[in-house]
């Protein structure tokens, strides 16, 4: 599998939006569940302990591929289902 690395290819513009939506969401804990932010508590908390900007990053591509996913199947997103 490969690794997903920082970098700063593709629309700028849509990568700032992403990173905002991803710092909204860690914002908004507390109105809901979500995977996204459970992935970046993870990412925080030890062995991993990334700084806040490379979880971010990190969580940006997670919700690209789930994003992706749920596209590319016509599925709609439901916390309870989702792995």
């Not at 970046?40 to 996913?69: G, R």
């Amino acid at each position: 599998m490969a690794k997903d690395k920082i970098n700063k290819r593709g629309n700028k513009h849509l990568r700032k939006i992403m990173y905002l939506t991803v710092q909204n969401m860690i914002r908004q804990r507390r109105f809901g569940g979500n995977h996204i932010v459970e992935y970046y508590d993870k990412l925080k908390t030890q062995p991993y302990n990334k700084c806040h900007k490379v979880a971010s990053v990190a969580c940006v591509n997670k919700l690209l591929k789930k994003i992706f996913f749920l596209v590319t199947h016509n599925q709609n997103y439901d916390y309870r289902l989702a792995p």
